[in-house]
């Protein structure tokens, strides 16, 4: 993987179409409700999905608040196109206006996404799923692309895998490992992101849930920018 390459969104041997059947297997209801929990949006904020796949995440947030403005930004315009007709069937009309509760969908990578949405306009970043596809190099770079999009005093939500705490989970994350790779997993499954979360320069960064499922125990790490 190099810089401006990207692992799919349902790792390297599957089509993208497969990933919302693949992603079921995560108890994805039960993490984007928490997801959804601590984001919390508000009337007028903008929430940044960062990595947004086919976009079951930005379409939720918009749905939880409509008057919110959600931006998915992601590299893969195929998983972007699944995510157009996801938000068109969930009732949201594609190029709708600012705040009308309908995300707005951008191509690009997660460490150019303070570019592409502005630096410092975003009240929350979110991210699900993503990084533990990335090299430890690449996630370094997302999260300060994330640190820097955020506006002072606004938050950041991840879920994805994180330490695999018991012999059962570990074993389960051997099928991500599969697919997306060990040379870029393993480092979730040791537990780095609440440093790496940390070093990007966000505080208060703590591990909020943990999710047990098919695949590997996921994460809810929640942190802010000073």
Known sequence: MNERSFTPAAGRFAPVRLYDPVVAL????LWRSLV???????PEDVVVDVGCGTGSLAVLLS????????????????????ARRKAAAAGAVPGGTRGGGTPEWRLGMGDDVAAIVGAGTADTVVSSLVLHQCP?????????????TLRPGGKLV?????KQRTAAMRLAFRVVQLADGKADTQ?????????L?????????????????????LSLYVASRP
Do not use: C, Q, W
């Not at 749905?63 to 699944?82: F, K, N, S, W």
């Not at 991840?158 to 994180?162: F, K, L, N, R, V």
């Open 26 to 29: 995560t108890r994805e209801r």
């Open 36 to 42: 959804a929990m601590h984001v919390a949006p508000r």
């Open 197 to 217: 979360i940390a070093e990007a320069g966000f505080e208060n960064v703590r591990e909020s849930e943990t999710v047990a499922t098919l695949t590997g125990s």
């Open 136 to 148: 430890v190099p690449m996630k370094r770079a997302v999260l300060a692309a994330m640190h820097e």
């Open 63 to 82: 749905r939880v608040e409509p008057r919110a403005t959600v931006i998915g930004v992601d590299p893969d315009p195929e998983a972007l196109a699944v």
């Open 187 to 195: 480092p979730n499954a040791d537990g780095v992101l609440p440093r």
């Open 158 to 162: 991840i879920a994805d895998y994180g």
